[in-house]
């Protein structure tokens, strides 16, 4: 069965979802060594999630619950009760949210959205598959940006990552899901002198955007990939799609203090990309000012990357108060009229951003 991202059924009641998290980096294993991209920028990032609903846990063997609850805290060091998700024995890095996954790494951010019309399927799971292909994603990235390639081929990394997730879930149980995917690989030239340059890479209806705050504008944005209307195109069980056949990679020439916005589409079927744009510059603006809770400061080291997780949670709370609105116009509803059917409000989804700014490293 080839699903849909959506289905009216779902549309939840509010009051059932659990509340907003982010934070500045997704999680790595304790024993992975610590690698250092090569390039001369970097990104300084922050994420910030909206699950519908609780995210349902992991199945054997990506999760050995111990003998307590679920509701265990996630965040131990004691392997023989770490509940973190594991997958060929290594932990599965990014962070679920609800059906959606997010990674932030070094020079690679990602959000994927999985179909959550799988999880009334025996053996459904679409946020395992949003997950590993993400995990696997940036895994194959690491290995050969950080090796001998000088050109990236993150089309090819997500093939890989694809076909791993299939084997991983296909053996010794089956698991079956679909997951959009979008990701953004900072790279640099070999101009002198160098440039950023962004690989970015689509397939299905999560979108990558970059915004040059000092003129207000959006320099690129990623396009749309439908089969129809609410069904986007999608990787995974009984889709036709793969990576190697349909996704659509582009390089994008950057500056440093460029904000890149990897978004599910819980972003862009509630905000206009005007009010995005706005949403981030006036949270930047709030930041450098001084103008937010003082708890966001403190926790973070750095003033950049703190920043980027406000921007990121502020863009969370706008998007989430228009899906919370029955009666706000959006753009899901006006692409639903546009298709003849009759749709109000916003739309409860799953909401995870990503922001990240282009920066410089020292002595470079």
Same mark, same amino acid.
């Given at each position: ?30 024993? $992975? ?17 909206? $699950?519908?609903?609780?995210? +349902? ?26 509940? +973190?998700?594991?997958? @060929?024995?290594?932990?599965?890095? !990014? ?17 994927? &959205?999985?179909? !959550? ?6 053996? =459904? ?5 949003? +997950? #590993?292909? %993400? ?5 194959? $990235?690491?290995? &050969? ?12 990394? #997500? ?29 640099? @030239?070999?101009?002198? *002198?160098?440039? *950023? ?6 397939? =299905? ?32 069980? @009984? ?18 203090? &460029? ?5 599910? &589409? ?12 706005? @949403? ?9 000012? !001084? ?15 703190? =920043? ?6 502020? %863009? ?23 298709? !003849?059917?009759?749709?109000? =409000? ?19």
């Amino acid at each position: 069965m080839f699903h849909s991202s959506r289905h009216r059924s779902e549309q939840v009641d509010a009051k059932a979802s659990v509340e907003p998290r982010g934070g500045t980096t997704t999680p790595v294993p304790d024993e $992975a060594s610590v690698v250092v991209s090569k390039s001369a920028y970097y990104f300084e990032a922050g994420y910030g999630l909206f $699950a519908k609903r609780p995210s +349902r846990p992991f199945p054997p063997p990506f999760l050995s619950p111990p003998s307590g609850s679920f509701s265990d805290p996630l965040s131990t060091h004691d392997r023989s009760r770490d509940r +973190r998700p594991s997958v @060929n024995g290594d932990m599965i890095r !990014g962070m679920t949210n609800g059906d959606d996954a997010v990674l932030v790494s070094d020079n690679f951010i990602g959000a994927n &959205d999985g179909v !959550g019309a799988w999880a009334g399927r025996e053996r =459904g799971h679409a946020a395992l598959w949003s +997950r #590993l292909i %993400l995990h696997f994603w940036a895994l194959e $990235a690491e290995r &050969d940006v950080y090796g001998d390639s000088s050109e990236p081929d993150p089309v090819q990394y #997500l093939q890989k990552a694809y076909q791993q997730t299939k084997d991983a879930t296909s053996n010794p149980n089956e698991w079956f899901g679909t997951t959009t995917a979008c990701g953004a690989f900072l790279h640099t @030239n070999s101009n002198t *002198p160098p440039h *950023p340059v962004l690989y970015v890479t689509q397939l =299905g209806d999560s979108q990558i955007l970059v915004i040059r705050p000092e003129h207000r504008e959006v320099i690129y944005k990623t396009t749309e990939q439908w089969h129809w209307f609410d069904c986007p195109r999608q990787l995974g069980t @009984n889709s036709p799609d793969e990576p190697i056949k349909n996704a659509v990679m582009d390089k994008v020439t950057i500056e440093e203090d &460029d904000i890149i916005l990897a978004m599910s &589409d819980g972003v862009v079927d509630n905000l206009w990309e005007h009010e995005v744009v706005d @949403n981030v510059l006036e949270s930047m603006e709030k930041w450098r000012s !001084g103008d937010v809770p003082q708890v966001m400061r403190s926790d973070d080291q750095s003033t950049y990357a703190g =920043g980027m997780q406000f921007v990121a949670q502020e %863009l969370v709370k706008a998007a989430r108060t228009i899906a919370q609105d029955p009666f706000a116009e959006s753009p899901y509803m006006e692409r639903a009229i546009e298709e !003849g059917l009759s749709i109000e =409000g916003g739309k409860l989804d799953d909401i995870s951003v990503v922001a990240a700014v282009c920066k410089k490293r020292r002595g470079r």
